[in-house]
């Protein structure tokens, strides 16, 4: 079975193809304009997406050198999101899977984030913690069988991704930042000293953190870079550590996955190993290029649910926010 996959969540276009034995193209596409603005312009994302989507189509079709007439399934974003950038992705599968006589099956973008795990790690079976961390989402997931998720934290106010690249963007280092600021974490000498956050349960706050980095610079206005950078990435990861560790105790699983863009970090994987080896669970990562937004874990999350659910009707609408709690299916039914 071969599925094309689609995601126009936010800021990044990506078409992919996915075959029983693997991915076969996995292309995506960023939209650099939203770095002179310091964060994402909506109407920009949705007018790049517009433009992207049919070149991408195109070359990942020759890149997995296969025609249209070869795919079985069309899987594409619906939510959650920006309503306008889902808009054009979920359009454009929509109209393609019609057009073409093919099933549709619209997918959760969340759910796609956890089987950027699966895709890398066909081993791994439920019951899995994931933690899900990027530049939108904080949160953690139990995943107790195969479409059974329990959002059991999530945060209360900023994503960690977002404090990363909102405090980076203090240091003028462009947008997103969370890379810059992991290169320059390296050379810190002296790591600025910021609080953990510590809200109840198993919940995330970075709100705190990013006013707390703000007020460290205007207090110290001499602090390089890469020592704040390094401070940020210790709390931020700090935090996220206590949560896992803690949940992992609280729900008694095994096994814990990280996804989303900020699990690409070096720094936090190493942590989050030594946590494993200190409290008891074995640590599983998506492959580097499936943590940051990209279709081929939508498409595999769209082959899954397709396969127990069937298909999507056409009039299967975007969301723009919802928790994966309120929304975990691919909001086909
Ligand atoms: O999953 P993603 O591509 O998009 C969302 O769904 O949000 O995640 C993007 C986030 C951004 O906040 C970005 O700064 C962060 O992932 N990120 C990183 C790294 N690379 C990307 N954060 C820390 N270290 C990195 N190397
Ligand atoms: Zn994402």
């Known amino acids: 079975m071969i599925t094309l996959g689609i995601d126009t969540s936010c800021d990044d276009t990506s078409v992919a193809v996915l075959g029983d034995d693997g991915v076969y193209a996995n292309l ?51 939510g959650p999101g920006l309503i306008g950038s889902l808009l054009c992705g979920l359009s454009f599968g929509k109209a393609l899977a019609q057009a073409s006589g093919k099933p549709f099956i619209a997918v959760n973008h969340l759910e796609g984030h956890i089987w950027s795990l699966l895709l890398s790690n066909p081993s791994l079976r439920p019951a899995f913690l994931a933690l899900l961390v990027s530049g939108g989402h904080t949160e953690l997931i139990m995943v107790r069988d195969s479409f059974d998720y329990t959002e059991i934290g999530a945060t209360l106010d900023d994503a960690c991704g977002e ?49 707390a980095a703000r007020n460290y610079l205007t207090a110290n206005p001499a602090t390089p870079a890469a020592d704040l950078s390094a401070g940020l990435q210790e709390a931020a990861f700090d935090h996220l550590v206590d949560r896992v560790s803690r949940a992992v105790k609280e729900f008694d699983v095994r096994q814990v996955g990280v996804v989303g863009g900020v699990a690409v970090n070096n720094r936090l994987r190493e942590k989050l190993s030594a946590a ?49 709690a309120e929304r975990p299916a691919s909001a086909a039914s």
Not at 62 to 77: E, H, P, Q, Y
Not at 194 to 202: I, Q, S, T
Not at 291 to 313: E, L, Q
């Open 276 to 324: 494993g080896r200190k409290v008891g669970f074995e640590l599983y990562l998506p492959l580097p290029e499936l943590c940051t937004d990209n279709a081929a874990m939508i498409a595999a999350a769209g082959r899954a649910r397709f396969g127990t659910f069937g298909p999507s009707a056409f009039d299967v609408p975007a969301f723009d926010r919802a928790s994966f």
């Open 28 to 78: 995506v596409s960023s939209h650099l304009i939203h770095a002179e603005f310091g964060g994402v312009v909506p109407e920009f994302a949705s007018r790049a997406h517009t433009k992207l989507l049919y070149p991408l189509l195109e070359l990942a079709l020759r890149t997995a050198g296969i025609s249209l007439d070869d795919i079985d399934l069309v899987a594409a974003t619906a």
């Open 163 to 211: 404090a990363l690249d909102k405090v980076g963007k203090l240091m003028g280092l462009g947008y997103p930042a969370g890379a810059a600021v992991e290169r320059l974490a390296v050379r810190a000498e002296s790591p600025a000293a910021l609080p953990r956050p510590n809200p109840k349960g198993l919940d995330f706050s970075y709100s705190g953190l990013k006013t």
